[in-house]
């Protein structure tokens, strides 16, 4: 039996890393047959780009060390749940699963607003366990923003 909550303690290192740059504090990493294939956090500001999620720096990177797009035996650990770009790129990956921490009331695109990685009215479906280490993962972000701006953003505040 696999160990959810050992993987994302990783994405929780790489979350802290984030917030410790400026980042929103999301991290991710991708195991494949057991190992950490890749880990990314949010480089948003760091690079100027808006699709620097972690979810995608993760799945990107993942892709290039076992040198195929289809990470059909890959699973994704994320502190938050994904967006809808960072749900549409799991399905286009064939992921196998999504584990994640918090919930996003606001953009979250495994179950909470919509749930893009496994509507069956794509060609993939993408398995989905959520609440790993959620008040841990919540927190993280909570954190961050109440040293940011003194307040913590509507949606951040429950785990």
């Not at 303690?9 to 980042?23: F, M, P």
């Not at 949010?42 to 993760?58: G, M």
């Not at 035996?73 to 790129?89: F, K, W």
């Not at 919540?138 to 949606?155: C, I």
Request: overall charge neutral; proline content about 3%; hydrophobic content about 45%.
């Amino acid at each position: 039996m696999r160990d959810n909550g050992l993987y994302m303690a990783e994405a929780l290192e790489q979350a802290r890393l984030a917030a410790i740059r400026g980042e929103v504090p999301v991290g991710a990493v991708v195991v494949w047959r057991g190992q950490v294939v890749a880990r990314a956090h949010n480089r948003r500001e760091e690079t100027a780009d808006a699709t620097a999620h972690a979810e995608l720096l993760a799945i990107q990177g993942a892709c290039r060390r076992l040198g195929s797009w289809r990470l059909n035996e890959a699973i994704l650990y994320v502190t938050l749940e994904p967006c809808p770009m960072c749900a549409g790129a799991m399905v286009q990956a064939r992921l196998a699963e999504l584990v994640y921490g918090a919930r996003d009331p606001k953009a979250g695109a495994a179950g909470s607003l919509v749930n893009l990685v496994e509507d069956d009215r794509f060609n993939h479906r993408v398995k989905v366990t959520g609440g790993v280490r959620e008040e841990e993962c919540a927190a993280v972000l909570r954190d961050f923003f109440r040293a940011r701006r003194g307040s913590v953003p509507e949606g951040c505040e429950s785990g």
